[in-house]
């Protein structure tokens, strides 16, 4: 999943391929410096545009990352980097690596086996047999913050695996969603390194996995399962057209958001589910204060928050 460079559980920074225009300049230049009140006038920005909020410990990491930026382009100084953000034509495809520049990528698969075992011993069965009653026969499931694609192909491989034989009348709907294209272009190429498939199960790495070299590559029938596309939670309209799922999964997010961000982001994932599904989110997050819609689910080792 895409996680924000902010306050939160320490992560290992994950560094951008050598085709990203991000790691492409020579060296930096260390006579531009990000002032107290431009990064003040930077934090806003960012925060209007994604909701992402860099607390005042993080200053130098939010002024390395975008330095590297304003090498690439051949800028003079942070206000003219802004400048060009607000007011330049193209704008909105340097907002692409604005966004890797500000998020933190890590994740692989199985990172999370609890929820995948609450979807098999309850939830899949549940909201079947619900769906049934309706006369449907399609699930909708969304990693909201899909990353590189990890999350978004483990569920697929327990849908194959362990629900669609028992089910073989029904539909499965895969869609992840990141604001990072970087990560999202490597999770539709399916191709993945050593640290990825760390905690896949033998069974799973075996038979949905092709080596080559020092790459895991995944099965195409995995691939057509899952639909990825650029998707910012802040996005008060976008968000609107992300309705009727029965799952969502958006783990190590919230904990980069104020407050405020987060009651918005948390009624809009509450506003893109059918009654009676489940919101899913990370080790270290909680709704604790942030909304009382949901109810609260436990299963062994974890929990989810179900809308009634």
């Not at 400048?83 to 966004?99: D, H």
């Not at 086996?113 to 098999?120: I, R, V």
């Not at 990353?147 to 028992?166: F, H, L, N, W």
């Not at 029938?221 to 968000?239: E, G, P, T």
Request: overall charge positive; aromatic content about 14%; proline content about 3%.
């Amino acid at each position: 999943m895409s996680e924000f460079a902010n306050n939160g559980p320490s992560k290992a920074f994950v560094l951008k391929s050598a085709s990203s225009p991000l790691s492409t300049a020579n060296s930096l230049n260390s006579k531009i410096v990000l002032s107290t009140a431009s990064f003040e006038v930077w934090r806003t920005y960012i925060y209007e545009l994604c909701g992402i909020y860099f607390q005042d410990n993080k200053k130098y990491l939010l002024e390395s990352r975008l330095l590297k930026r304003i090498n690439y382009l051949k800028l003079n100084s942070f206000e003219e980097y802004l400048k060009f953000l607000k007011f330049n034509p193209q704008a909105r495809s340097e907002r692409r690596y604005l966004y890797e520049a500000i998020t933190i990528n890590e994740t692989f698969f199985f990172r999370n086996q609890p929820q995948l075992d609450a979807l098999t011993s309850k939830i899949f069965s549940e909201t079947i047999e619900a769906k049934r009653k309706l006369g449907q026969k399609k699930i909708r499931i969304w990693s909201a913050a899909s990353s590189s694609g990890e999350e978004a192909y483990s569920v697929a491989m327990v849908i194959t695996d362990m629900v669609k034989p028992k089910y073989p009348d029904m539909e499965f709907e895969i869609v992840g969603t990141d604001i990072n294209e970087d990560v999202l272009e490597r999770a539709k190429n399916g191709v993945y390194k050593e640290y990825a498939i760390r905690n896949t199960p033998a069974f799973f790495l075996k038979k949905y996995f092709t080596v080559d070299g020092m790459n895991y590559i995944i099965d195409p029938k995995l691939k057509n399962m899952v639909k990825f596309s650029f998707l910012n939670l802040y996005d008060d309209i976008k968000m609107r057209s992300m309705t009727y799922f029965d799952i969502v999964f958006c783990a190590n997010v919230l904990i980069y958001f104020d407050t405020k961000s987060k009651i918005k982001v948390v009624s809009h994932l509450y506003n893109s589910l059918n009654r009676g599904g489940y919101l899913f989110i990370g080790y270290a997050e909680t709704l604790h204060g942030i909304s009382k819609a949901f109810k609260l689910e436990s299963f062994p080792k974890t929990i989810s928050y179900k809308k009634e």
